[in-house]
């Protein structure tokens, strides 16, 4: 197993563990805990292959990754509410690493099958953020990534940084999934947000 994919193991023990902590959240039953940490953990990647014309059926070839996830939302599932929390208090760095791994994933696969640099930074940013979104959706929240904080932002940059050449020895790589996670980590840290603008009015005038 090469380091990238003992990234996305960690990637997708975070994202699993998070889709399942939404479900109980919103508390749904144990189905529900696991439809959403699937989600979470794969969705991205399915779209990602439904895109750029890779076959959905790969899925099935994660056997292991499946049940690492399967393995990782049954232990989230049991375990006491303050371990939970205490997890919680974690996440984005874990997240973070989920981001930073699946994006060049992503961005990678796209290079590999020659698509322009459009397509390399679509296949990086859904592969990156597109379970989070589906986890939302189907948990009845509004995607987090699209409104609170920079975090596709930062899977687009990779993908650029990737489809453009600029990293490609496995050295390189490595150096790009740490950049990744440190501008995530600084834009949890320092509230990073992109300009936004309301529509919604108040007293005085429009927002």
């Not at 380091?3 to 479900?23: L, Q």
């Not at 990744?180 to 320092?190: A, D, E, G």
């Amino acid at each position: 197993m090469d380091i990238f994919g003992v990234f996305s193991i960690i990637g997708t023990v975070a994202f699993a563990v998070s889709g399942a902590i939404v479900a109980m959240e919103e508390e749904y039953d144990i189905l529900g805990v696991f439809v959403l940490g699937l989600v979470t953990a794969f969705g991205g990647g399915v779209i990602r292959n439904l895109l750029i014309g890779r076959p959905v059926t790969t899925l099935w070839n994660q056997g292991s990754l499946l049940e690492i996830a399967v393995i990782a939302m049954t232990i989230a599932f049991l375990l006491p509410v303050s371990w939970i929390n205490k997890w919680k208090k974690s996440e984005s760095f874990f997240d973070a690493i989920g981001l930073s791994a699946f994006a060049i994933q992503g961005a990678l696969y796209a290079t590999e099958m020659n698509h322009p640099i459009s397509a390399v930074l679509v296949a990086a940013m859904l592969t990156g953020i597109g379970g989070g979104i589906i986890r939302d959706v189907l948990a009845g929240r509004k995607p987090l990534v699209l409104k609170d904080e920079i975090y596709a932002v930062w899977a687009m940059l990779a993908g650029l940084a990737v489809g453009e050449g600029w990293f490609h020895t496995t050295l390189e790589l490595l150096v790009l999934f740490v950049i990744v996670i440190v501008f995530r980590m600084l834009s949890v840290y320092y509230k990073w947000r992109l300009p936004r603008r309301s529509l919604k009015q108040k007293e005085g005038g429009i927002i």
